[in-house]
């Protein structure tokens, strides 16, 4: 069975910093992974995927997330951190055979302050 | 519509009762999910609709819980006899592909059910 994990309850950043939110995956095959955010009273909203191809994907709002096959990791990534991109994320895990549909991790809570 | 659809917004509803959550798809999207999200934590698979037919009714957690899609496009998520642990956000999402494999999932704003 599938999994994702993100080590992390909660990130705290400032304005104008990067950006580091966890994810690390347990899947048989190869993966697809994604990432989504989740603004309050907001459904969840599709950020980027990795499906195959370049390790280093980039998404909506100036996100991007690099794939490692060895450390079976999917890290969420910003340069420069605006206060408005704070909000929940998921990362999300689909295999490629079996349950064709999305695990996601437990979330990370982004706080950028100002 | 533009979006995923789904009602009610909130449900408060008394332990032992009947409730019928809806989702309104995408228009054109063949793939509907359901999903579950508890306070903390990430959304729960549930169960997947290719077309009319559930193709992965597996995340259901007993068969208390019942979801039907009878011509294609909206869906109703039944529960009998809730109890206080159903209470959560009740997602809905749709795809234009089939399992999701390349195509992300759009997600209504979800349906808050609380069993007192």
């Known amino acids: 069975a599938q999994s994702v994990a993100q080590p992390e309850d909660q990130v705290n950043v400032a304005e104008g910093n990067p950006l580091t939110v966890k994810c690390t995956y347990s899947v048989s095959g190869n993966p697809y992974l994604f990432w989504y955010v989740q603004y309050p009273n907001r459904g969840l909203q599709f950020l980027l995927k990795y499906i195959t191809g370049d390790n280093l994907v980039k998404g909506s709002y100036g996100f991007e997330a690099e794939f490692n096959k060895s450390q079976t990791s999917f890290h969420l990534k910003k340069p420069s951190a605006l206060v408005s991109d704070s909000a929940l994320y998921f990362c999300?895990?689909?295999?490629?055979?079996?349950?064709?549909?999305?695990?996601f991790g437990s979330g990370t809570r982004l706080q950028v302050q100002p | 519509g533009a979006g995923v659809s789904q009602t009610p917004s909130n449900k408060v509803t008394e332990k032992g009762k009947y409730v019928e959550l809806r989702c309104d798809p995408i228009s054109g999207h063949t793939a509907l999910y359901w999903y579950r999200q508890s306070l903390g934590q990430g959304p729960e698979f549930l169960i997947y609709f290719q077309g009319t037919g559930a193709a992965d009714d597996s995340g259901l957690p007993n068969d208390r819980f019942f979801a039907v899609r009878p011509e294609g496009s909206v869906s109703t998520l039944k529960i009998q006899r809730t109890e206080r642990g159903d209470s959560a956000v009740y997602l809905c999402?749709?795809?234009?592909?089939?399992?999701?494999?390349?195509?992300?999932?759009?997600f209504g704003e979800g349906s808050r059910l609380t069993v007192l």
């Open positions: 999402a749709s795809s234009l592909i089939y399992g999701g494999g390349t195509g992300e999932l759009f």
């Open positions: 999300a895990v689909l295999p490629d055979t079996g349950r064709r549909a999305l695990t």
